[in-house]
């Protein structure tokens, strides 16, 4: 069987307009069936994901409630890459404002996409090492983060005992341990 064709776009209709994200229509011609569907997307700008680990070998990390599960979670820091910001400036400016920590390394890990069946972005994943408290936490108002540090190798565990659960980070981490032991995920034959 042959590899699905993209979707003829039939019509594009931006419906709602939010702060984060916007609500988009489209109407799709599915090259398989000749039938025109309705799709929801949500178009948001990139994001980005800090892994800053400290010269003690220690991940800072972000505890702070989300309201979408109503609980409060583990996370790396992270958030929206700005329209006047690139990848790797957002992860700085991530990094500062929800820690106070900075770092002059910065190292690419990758990219994902968090939802292809609903959302048209990218999460940007970046090392950030030799990272150091710098000065004060900026949040914003609907912000409340508490800045917390874990040794790295403790990160397993913490993902392995259900502590951390977002999706996004649990790639980064993925991302991290892909890259710095390729070993462990041998290339498919």
Known sequence: MPP????????????????????????????????????FILESAPWVNVIPVTSQGEVVMVRQYRHGIRETTLEIPGGLVEEQDTPRQAAARELQEETGYTAADF????????????????????????????GPQIQDEKEDIQVVRHRFEDVPGLINSGQITHSL?????????????????????
């Not at 039939?10 to 069936?33: C, G, K, M, Y």
């Not at 991290?176 to 041998?186: C, E, V, W």
Request: with cysteine.
């Open 169 to 189: 980070v649990l790639c980064a981490f993925f991302l991290y341990f892909l890259r710095s032991a390729p070993t462990a995920f041998p290339a498919s034959p």
């Open 107 to 134: 190292r690419f890990l990758g990219s994902v996409h968090p939802n292809p069946a609903i959302q048209d972005n990218q999460c940007h994943t970046y090392l950030a090492e030799s990272a150091v408290m710098n």
């Open 4 to 39: 699905p064709k993209p979707w003829k776009i039939v019509s594009s209709q931006l419906e709602r307009h939010f702060r984060i994200f916007n609500i988009r229509t489209d109407a799709a011609v599915s090259p398989r069936t000749g039938k025109t569907h309705a799709f």
